[in-house]
């Protein structure tokens, strides 16, 4: 009974709780951008960007907790790290981006391509005297069957 009532309360605390209760809708993107950090600039690779924050990826990354610039383009935003895990970390804004700001850096998705497949149809048309040739050198008669085979 222990077992499972630890199990229950674990299962609450699960980070995937924290992805789907997230405030704002991030779009997926990837990109490159700016962290800066104590008078340096670090180039990352934007991998989402909502109103609220953003995520993002390289090799060495601030600290948790360290106050930073995030620079796109012309967005210049102040914000925290709040988590880092791995090369990966993420970005909470101190301002929130407007939508028309947010949207004029997440370029528009571009028209997924399907392809057609169609299994071409069964014609026939007559042999030409070569190909005629070719299939009587492939094709060799079968004899009958013999007594005792």
């Given at each position: 009974m222990k077992f499972y009532l630890?199990?229950?309360?674990l299962s609450g605390m699960d980070e995937s709780t924290q992805v789907q209760n997230r405030r704002e809708r991030r779009s997926n993107v990837l990109l490159t951008?700016?962290?800066e950090l104590s008078g340096q600039s670090l180039a990352v690779k934007l991998r989402n960007?909502?109103?609220d924050g953003a995520l993002v990826e390289a090799d060495s990354l601030p600290v948790e907790g360290a106050e930073?610039?995030?620079?796109?383009?012309?967005?210049?935003?102040a914000g925290k790290v709040i988590w880092v895990r791995g090369t990966r970390a993420g970005i909470n804004f101190h301002t929130p981006l407007t939508p028309e700001l947010l949207l004029r850096h997440?370029?528009?998705p571009r028209p997924r391509v399907t392809a057609?497949?169609?299994?071409?149809g069964l014609a026939?048309?007559?042999l030409t005297l070569s190909e005629r040739v070719a299939a009587s050198r492939w094709v060799t008669p079968i004899a009958p069957d013999s007594p005792g085979e």
């Amino acid at each position: 009974m222990k077992f499972y009532l630890i199990a229950l309360l674990l299962s609450g605390m699960d980070e995937s709780t924290q992805v789907q209760n997230r405030r704002e809708r991030r779009s997926n993107v990837l990109l490159t951008a700016f962290v800066e950090l104590s008078g340096q600039s670090l180039a990352v690779k934007l991998r989402n960007l909502s109103a609220d924050g953003a995520l993002v990826e390289a090799d060495s990354l601030p600290v948790e907790g360290a106050e930073i610039r995030f620079r796109r383009g012309d967005l210049i935003v102040a914000g925290k790290v709040i988590w880092v895990r791995g090369t990966r970390a993420g970005i909470n804004f101190h301002t929130p981006l407007t939508p028309e700001l947010l949207l004029r850096h997440v370029p528009t998705p571009r028209p997924r391509v399907t392809a057609d497949f169609r299994r071409p149809g069964l014609a026939s048309k007559p042999l030409t005297l070569s190909e005629r040739v070719a299939a009587s050198r492939w094709v060799t008669p079968i004899a009958p069957d013999s007594p005792g085979e």
